[in-house]
């Protein structure tokens, strides 16, 4: 079992920068792998941001170039380092934690989530 919370969502502007953080608790951290998802308003939760326990990053296009996953597992904390943010990014930002099982991680633990909203 792991608990997550995340934190770090707040009211920014197009532009800005902002770092999300979700800390782990429970079973041992480094062995998951972590990702970000997120919901914006009247849409589907998608995949953001995904790192390996081996720390192998993976992005999906909308954000690729703009945002940084990493994590620090002597913290048992991911981040997501926000960076050049658009208005299409506000969303509520949601951490998961899977073990990969094949070829595929199943995200089996979900943090609450934490609010970004960025405002044109």
């Known amino acids: 079992q792991v608990q997550l919370v995340e934190s770090g969502g707040t009211l920014v502007q197009t532009g800005d920068s902002l770092r999300l953080s979700c800390v782990a608790s429970?079973?041992?951290?480094?062995?998951?792998?972590m990702a970000w998802f997120r919901k914006a308003p009247g849409k589907e939760r998608k995949f953001v941001a995904s790192?390996?326990?081996?720390?192998?990053?993976y992005y999906e296009a909308p954000v690729r170039g703009r945002f940084t996953i990493s994590r620090d597992n002597d913290q048992n904390t991911m981040y997501l380092q926000m960076n050049s943010v658009k208005s299409e990014d506000t969303a509520v930002y949601y951490c998961?934690?899977?073990?990969?099982?094949?070829?595929?991680?199943?995200?089996?633990?979900w943090g609450q989530g934490t609010q970004v909203t960025v405002s044109v």
């Open positions: 998961a934690a899977g073990l990969l099982r094949g070829a595929a991680v199943s995200w089996n633990y």
């Open positions: 429970g079973d041992a951290f480094s062995k998951y792998a």
């Open positions: 790192i390996r326990s081996d720390g192998e990053p």
